[in-house]
């Protein structure tokens, strides 16, 4: 869905198998992945038509699998279409394959490997198999997402169990064409029913409000827990409406893009 300008749908669009969808391009609409409900914004920052901001959703040939990627690439115009390129084009490789560890290789020597050295990319990378609830989740120096515990009914933020080792020890989960080499971990986790996520990118936790405060994680992480969780879009939603209201008069100043999943069932 690249060549569109603009894509925005009333009704639900249902991803078919090894679909993927996607793009930087402004956005607004409902999605049904193999056991999610989504829903995705992207805004490029005025008068841009493509921002820095990539999504992607996909599901396997088998349709049990849903494959979800945010990345923030640093720049925009002709680098950050490259990187769309080469990002849809390894999703599409490997998208029956639940391990996530040659993907993101793969995309790691794509930025390392491209003609204009020096451009990177935050990303963070899910898979989730509907039958178990299971997600694995890769995350390559991006923001957390925002995470709801149905049966908790508590907002807290989806991190790896990662530790960062002693000075000269090998770097880990690093964002994207930084250093070759760089190792990523997986981090599965169990979603239940009515669990959300929200995957978003700096443009929202950095906003500023009308005195140049930015808002900040734990700011963003407090609003979270005023947000609606009826559903994926409610929460996604909120989520932008929130931090339009935290902004003010102030104007945008980054790419804003928000992806949100709920599981399905009770």
């Known amino acids: 869905m690249n060549g569109m300008g603009i894509e925005q749908a009333k009704s639900v669009y249902r991803l078919a198998c090894t679909e993927l969808r996607g793009g930087n391009h402004l956005a607004a609409y409902s999605a049904a992945l193999p056991g999610l409900a989504g829903w995705v914004s992207c805004r490029p920052l005025d008068p841009s038509p493509r921002g820095g901001d990539l999504y992607y959703m996909s599901a396997c040939s088998q349709g049990v699998m849903a494959r979800v990627v945010l990345a923030d690439v640093a720049g925009h115009g002709e680098p950050v279409s490259a990187a769309a390129a080469s990002l849809s084009d390894a999703l599409r490789q490997h998208v029956d394959h639940w391990d996530q560890s040659a993907l993101i290789r793969q995309l790691n020597d794509s930025f390392l490997n491209a003609a204009d050295r020096g451009r990177f990319a935050t990303a963070f990378v899910a898979s989730y198999y509907s039958g178990t609830g299971e997600l694995l989740f890769t995350n390559a120096g991006h923001l957390p997402p925002l995470w709801y515990r149905a049966g908790t009914r508590e907002w807290k933020f989806m991190t790896d169990d990662a530790v960062p080792g002693p000075p000269g020890a090998e770097a880990i989960n690093l964002p994207l064409g ?64 929130v931090v339009g209201r935290y902004r003010g008069a102030e104007p945008a100043a980054d790419d804003e893009t928000v992806v949100a999943l709920q599981r399905e069932g009770t």
């Open 178 to 241: 930084l250093i070759a080499g760089t190792a990523y971990t997986q981090t599965a986790v169990q979603i239940e029913p009515g669990d959300i996520l929200l995957l978003y990118t700096d443009g929202v936790s950095e906003a500023r409000d009308e005195s140049g405060a930015q808002l900040g994680l734990d700011r963003l992480l407090a609003m979270a827990r005023t947000l609606p969780t009826e559903s994926a879009a409610a929460a996604g939603k909120g989520l932008l409406a």
